[in-house]
């Protein structure tokens, strides 16, 4: 048996139970992953190449969120996009104090983490979670440049270049409209399009071809995608890889690798802190040349570019910039990856190393809940941004799983079938398992072996701490995942629950309640590779949650507002309908009500009060889809219990939660 057979032997011993089917998958719910969904009413996703690739299955994703009762349709002013508030300066801190936490909620379908002995994994893996932020502007449209969420399910287009006339202008202008949704910055594609592949990589016995009307194959072909498919603005080969050797627009948060012995690598390899080369021709935004020879030799100038936090464009000088020390955090003199002053150095403020730790345990091939039945997270501290500016941002996660048929790090472009069949995986190869024995085939796809998944949030804001959230305060955000239908219609999304379902917080901490949701998730047909229908009570394809306080969680009823103890112990520091001053008889009514109400008696509010408003719903159809909620402060200890009363069928539905003050 040759090196070869020996080698299909280890592939059926070890994979042939553990890769089946060709999905793999990460489904974000908190925040709502949007797995390409903006607004369909159907069940499946419409364009899977709207915004990046995912790879997932059709069925994933949660629609955008609606500000109000009624579907946002065209009108992207209306959709709602979730607030998160920043962190304080926490690095002048002590502790956790200064910090917003939002616990990321995910789940992926093949193993990931664990200890070998206990909990052996059949891959190797690890998620890399990153956000893009820049600074708000009024209209949700925004210019060229803009993250949107659109209002097409339309792809962002792009014309392809002509080879002699890479430059021409006119054509982001041409192809960037504002009514489609927009992540990676067309700069970010056409950069990509432009520039050479890197061909030291691993590619199997995948052919790249070379890219559209030019005479070499670029960044948008890779093993996994060795056509060139676009999706969105995501450049492929930044896409496949992390940590990229090239300047992206995306911050590393945190690296949850297959074993914590990856950390040093991952850490110091992120742009977060180590800054890459770009080869600058004439100021361009793009280059065909990735290695320095090339770009000298073509007269370009082989130019280190650097990630930021965000960029202090106050500070003018490099004396006044790094002298600076606001919020602990450091600012440096240097080029932007996204220069828009032809690459001359200006003012950035440094971003930390990502956080990096051993993956969440989880099971393959089940995707769910991970150790001790809790959900796949990982406890986010937002970024605080000193300029005191708001941000506009977008969240995005990638699962990259591979196997040990051959050794994902030590093997290259050596092993590629360019050097005749010297890939060590074949496309759908014909093993023996015995001479006497038909040989079995194994379904294997080369592009698909080693793969990553991703998932990505809807737009959100970051918006900065109002005086009244004190600096130094910790921040929960406690959201709503899941989507409307039974667990088999929403699959691979979730039914309702609060999230986190449970949270435990010290007395004085801040707590910020909201939640988002569609009006137009029908779910209809076709079902893709799920069943069709939305379940639920109230108004077709309508999310809706509310809070109300109950006794504790192993009954269904609300206790009467006489009888409640959480609106005692807490105070508004901040709410989103009604003013700060309000009761807690207001409160509860602005809670219970998803902000219909913001108030009780017309004295206590100006707006919408139970005495001036029309009658909501009994099952709030005409109450906001979108809360944009409160942030309480608890100020006495004990154990609150809460629910949503729309959706409790039989009486197991179970949206209920708690906060434990201790
Ligand atoms: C995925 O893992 C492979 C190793 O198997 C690595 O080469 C690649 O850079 C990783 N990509 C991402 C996006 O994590
Ligand atoms: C809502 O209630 C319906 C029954 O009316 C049930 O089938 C469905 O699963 C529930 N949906 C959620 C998300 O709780
Ligand atoms: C509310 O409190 C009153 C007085 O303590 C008590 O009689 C009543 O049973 C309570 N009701 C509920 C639903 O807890
Ligand atoms: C939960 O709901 C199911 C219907 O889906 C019902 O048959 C069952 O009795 C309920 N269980 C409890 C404990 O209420």
Redesign the pocket.
């Known amino acids: 048996m040759g090196p070869m057979g020996r080698r299909a032997v280890g592939v059926v011993l070890t994979c042939l139970l553990c890769l089946g089917g060709v999905a793999s998958d990460i489904y974000m719910h908190v925040p709502r992953g949007c797995n390409n969904r903006l607004n369909e009413e159907t069940a499946t996703r419409t364009n899977a190449n709207r915004l990046f690739d995912s790879q997932n299955n059709n069925r994933g994703g949660y629609n955008v969120g609606d500000k109000g009762s009624t579907a946002a349709g065209k009108n992207q002013a209306n959709q709602y996009r979730m607030k998160y508030f920043q962190s304080g300066p926490w690095k002048t801190q002590s502790g956790d104090n200064g910090k917003t936490f939002l616990n990321i909620e995910w789940t992926n379908q093949h193993g990931c983490g664990g200890n070998e002995d206990t909990s052996p994994q059949k891959q190797n893996c690890a998620l890399v979670l990153q956000y893009m932020c820049q600074d708000d502007v009024d209209s949700p449209e925004g210019t060229d440049d803009s993250l949107r969420n659109g209002a097409v399910t339309t792809t962002p287009a792009y014309a392809q270049p002509n080879k002699n006339n890479v430059n021409n202008e006119n054509r982001k202008d041409n192809d960037v409209k504002t009514d489609r949704g927009l992540h990676e910055k067309w700069d970010w594609y056409n950069k990509c399009y432009l520039r050479e592949r890197n061909r030291g990589l691993f590619v199997a016995d995948q052919k790249l071809a070379n890219t559209k009307n030019m005479d070499y194959s670029s960044a948008i072909n890779t093993r996994q995608n060795p056509t060139g498919n676009r999706y969105g603005y995501e450049c492929p080969e930044e896409r496949d890889y992390f940590p990229y050797w090239h300047p992206s627009p995306w911050v590393d948060i945190a690296v949850l690798a297959d074993s914590a012995a990856m950390c040093n690598h991952y850490q110091t390899k992120s742009f977060n802190t180590q800054p890459y080369h770009e080869c600058i021709q004439n100021n361009q935004k793009w280059s065909r040349y990735i290695t320095e020879k090339m770009c000298t030799d073509n007269g370009g100038k082989w130019t280190l570019l650097h990630s930021y936090l965000e960029k202090a464009k106050d500070k003018k000088n490099q004396g006044a910039c790094e002298g600076t020390k606001t919020a602990g955090l450091t600012y440096q003199w240097a080029v932007a990856h996204d220069s828009d002053n032809n690459y001359q150095k200006e003012c950035l403020v440094k971003l930390d190393a990502p956080d990096c730790r051993e993956a969440p345990w989880s099971r393959s091939n089940h995707l769910g809940n991970g150790m001790d039945g809790l959900p796949l997270s990982y406890k986010w501290t937002l970024p605080h941004f000193p300029s005191g500016k708001e941000k506009r941002c977008v969240f995005r996660i990638r699962y990259n799983i591979s196997t040990d048929d051959y050794d994902p790090y030590n093997t290259d472009y050596n092993q590629n079938d360019e050097f005749p069949k010297k890939s060590p995986v074949r496309q759908n190869p014909y093993v023996y398992i015995m001479k006497q024995v038909t040989p079995l085939r194994l379904a294997i796809n080369t592009a698909q072996y080693g793969r990553v998944f991703q998932d990505r949030s809807h737009v959100f804001n970051l918006v900065p701490r109002e005086n009244s959230l004190d600096a130094k305060a910790k921040v929960y955000n406690l959201n709503v995942r899941g989507k409307r239908g039974n667990i088999v219609q929403v699959y691979p999304a979730v039914e309702y629950d609060f999230a986190p379902n449970e949270l435990r917080i010290k007395l004085g901490d801040l707590v910020h309640f909201q939640w988002t949701g569609s009006n137009s998730h029908k779910n209809g047909g076709n079902g893709g590779d799920g069943q069709a229908g939305a379940a639920g009570e109230g108004k077709d394809g309508t999310d809706r949650n509310n809070l109300v306080e109950m ?1 504790d969680r192993s009954g269904n ?1 609300p ?2 507002f ?2 409640s103890t959480l609106w005692d112990a807490v105070e508004v520091v901040w709410i989103y309908h009604g003013k700060k001053g309000l009761g807690k008889k207001d409160l509860a009514i602005n809670m219970a009500s998803s902000g219909y109400y913001q108030c009780a008696d017309k004295s206590s509010c100006q707006g919408d009060s139970v005495e001036t408003k029309g009658k909501m719903s009994n099952v709030l159809d005409n109450a906001p889809a979108s809360y944009g909620g409160a942030v309480l402060k608890f100020t006495k200890k004990g154990t609150y219990h809460f629910m949503c009363t729309r959706n409790n069928s039989f009486s197991n539905r179970s949206q209920k939660a708690a906060i434990i003050v201790g």
């Open positions: 006794l009823f206790v009467p006489e009888n």
